[in-house]
């Protein structure tokens, strides 16, 4: 009860952030010719999701202050901070010192943290034709004196779950979309993050014709002899923390040798998404060169 | 080039640095310099590109974010490609080598943060099949994992696990070498964190100084096997990693395995985390379901297992939980929560999986 009445204060002290939306992506792009920018018609979107802090079960806690501070909007208590980047992604993070961090765990294990986070985000207006799957994520510990005892500690001991929900437009993966929360025992949320922007409908269409061009034996054949090994239809979108326009498209993806994950339209050519670029997240070209010759 | 500024001077409401007091104790000094090591160009071992990385695109987002005005953190240096010498990461203390220099380069007095993203290997998972431990034998194990129909585990042994540079100022063959493998003592390469707060204790001297050491690479650290890493620990109060879970045999009876993934967004968004609330427990912005939803992959893209790892030593049995458990970004930049000894250790690790049901 005390959660929410701090939360109803927190929102009526910072009705701004409480009450506007934050910058809605307007993107665009179409399968096998890579990512487009080009702004869709508002109407022409699939449904996404902005977690917002009236209906999360974070708490910021007493004294909640507004600030724009490197890239997102905060609200700011003494237990914790609710951030919302231009994107639309949402990160709540508690304090180090946070009551929630004393208390413990949900109780029933990864099955009752998976249902809860379900229906909490479900309740918040997370989209349920959009959920895939919810996985429990264990968090676990070792720790004992150093040397021979510790390299015989017997197993690890569970501390926590996080539960992540996975998306799907149509049956279609979204592979950068993600709601995830850590909840305790009262089921509050220690952390969360949550981004799930709209999709163009002309991307999941696209996405719908690439999967049915690879249920033709010949077009999936000549695909798969183009590409170095199976992999499977994804769509793809720029993420949470960039500051570009958002970029949407449907991809062919294959994991390759030495931690490479390659994306393909459905002709087995190369797309390279924007945010992979090499000078996508500041020009490398920049920076003082290292001054020793030898070392 | 390594800057320091008081806390007076950046700012900080209030509130928080009573928190932080309150949390922490009084601070002597504060260590708020960046290093960044990253390495894309691997042209010097394949000139054909094949082994290039996105690492340097990561290192961008992680060092354009946490360099911007305002932030905890000033630049160190950041160094990319060729100019990453497998030198930088070695203890001329521990080697004996006086071309090593890691005091100078990855682990340099007044440091926060140190990260270096490199290439590693996976040549410990065999091609032994297993349903548990005693499946192995001594010195391997077999992994936790979910498998699909007709699938097998494969077991991991305990190796040496290594960092690959691409320079040409090589001193090591732009190998870096760490761990342990059967019945070796832990090789003592690595020290971390020394320090006058820290002491001595390590062996390692007193030109040390990064707080929190970062290392990417591939099958970096294996659960089983993370306690070979104490020589790391002189002083530092955190080593964060990727731990990539998975070794198996799919249905056509390829051994395969998980692997840390090229992930272009992996700095842009450790950084997020970090300057969303600088007053959360470190570990957080490591352990997150983002970071390791992301940070894994694997050829059939159905294995993609792993954990992020962060590990900590300590004096006591407090300070080391402390260390991976409460300590936020904002503690790991005081000098005073430096490690003291190395009689306890520990490890916390984050799976993109149910690894308490399935194990790791």
């Known amino acids: 009860m005390r959660s929410s009445i701090v939360l109803s204060i927190a929102c009526a002290l910072v009705a701004t952030a409480c009450s506007s939306a934050p910058q809605e992506p307007s993107p665009s792009g179409s399968a096998g010719t890579g990512p487009s920018t080009s702004p869709a018609a508002p109407a022409d979107v ?132 993600f709601a995830w929360a850590r909840l305790d025992a009262d089921g509050n949320a ?20 690439f999967e049915a061009r690879l249920e033709d034996a010949p077009t999936r054949a000549a695909l798969l002899a183009r590409v170095p090994r199976e992999g499977k239809l994804v769509i793809h979108h720029t993420p949470g923390e960039w500051d570009g326009a958002f970029e949407a498209t449907a991809t062919y993806d294959v994991g390759e040798e030495r931690g490479k994950v390659s994306h393909f339209d459905v002709e087995g050519r190369r797309i390279e998404l924007s945010h992979e670029r090499e000078n996508a997240w500041g020009d490398l070209s920049k920076g003082p060169p290292r001054l020793e010759a030898t070392p | 080039m390594t800057r320091t500024r008081s806390l007076a001077r950046k700012g900080l409401p209030s509130l928080l640095a009573v928190c932080a007091m309150a949390t922490y104790g009084a601070t002597a000094s504060a260590a708020n310099g960046l290093s960044l090591e990253t390495v894309s160009d691997y042209t010097l071992w394949y000139p054909d590109g094949s082994a290039n990385t996105d690492l340097d695109t990561e290192g961008a987002g992680f060092w354009n974010a946490m360099t ?49 993203m490199a290439h590693g290997e996976c040549g410990d998972v065999t091609t032994v099949n297993c349903a548990s431990d005693a499946d192995c034998g001594l010195g391997s194990y077999c992994p936790g994992e979910p498998l699909l129909a007709g699938e097998s585990k494969t077991c991991i042994a305990e190796s040496y696990r290594r960092i690959f540079t691409s320079s040409t100022h090589s001193q090591h063959n732009n190998q870096v070498w760490y761990g342990s493998q059967l019945f070796q003592s832990p090789l003592r390469n690595l020290a971390f964190g020394e320090d006058a707060s820290s002491g001595s204790f390590g062996g390692a001297g007193l030109n040390g100084g990064t707080n929190v050491a970062i290392i990417v690479n591939s099958c970096g650290a294996r659960s089983r096997y993370v306690g070979d890493f104490l020589p790391m620990f002189a002083g530092v109060h955190t080593v964060m990693m990727t731990m990539p879970t998975a070794a198996y045999r799919d249905k056509s009876g390829t051994v395969a395995f998980s692997d840390t993934r090229q992930w272009s967004a992996r700095g842009s968004t450790f950084a997020n985390f970090i300057l969303t609330n600088t007053n959360a427990p470190a570990t957080d912005a490591w352990f997150n379901p983002t970071m390791s939803s992301n940070g894994f992959m694997s050829t059939d893209g159905e294995h993609a297992f792993g954990a992020q790892i962060a590990l900590a030593s300590d004096s006591t049995w407090a300070a080391t939980t402390s260390h991976l458990f409460n300590e936020s970004w904002l503690g790991t930049t005081f000098e005073s929560n430096d490690a003291k000894g190395n009689g306890y250790f520990g490890a916390w690790f984050a799976c993109n999986y149910d690894c308490a049901t399935y194990g790791d």
């Open chain 1, 46 to 177: 699939r449904a996404g999701f902005v977690h917002a802090v009236e209906r999360s079960r974070f708490r910021v806690g007493d004294n909640p202050a507004e600030r724009l501070e490197f890239g997102s909007r905060k609200i700011v208590g003494d237990e914790g901070v609710f951030a919302t980047r231009p994107t639309g992604l949402v990160l709540a993070i508690s304090n180090a010192d946070a009551p929630t961090r004393a208390r413990p765990p949900l109780p029933g294990g990864a099955e009752a943290h998976d249902a809860l986070v379900r229906s909490y985000f479900l309740g918040a207006g997370l989209p349920a034709d959009q959920m895939r799957d919810v996985s429990p994520y264990a968090v676990v510990s070792k720790v004992g004196r150093s040397g021979p005892d510790f390299a015989t500690l017997a197993g690890s001991k569970l501390e926590y779950y996080f539960s992540t929900v996975s998306r799907q437009i149509d049956g279609i993966p979204v592979s950068d979309s």
């Open chain 1, 190 to 209: 220690v952390l969360e993050s949550v981004y799930w922007p709209e999709i163009p409908a002309q991307v999941v269409r696209d996405a719908l014709a």
């Open chain 2, 68 to 116: 911007a005005p305002g932030t905890l953190w000033t630049p160190t240096h950041w160094y990319k490609d060729n100019s990453v010498y497998d030198t930088d990461l070695y203890d001329p203390d521990r080697t004996g080598f006086s071309g090593d220099n890691d005091s100078g380069n990855f682990d340099p007095a007044n440091t926060g943060i140190s990260m270096v």
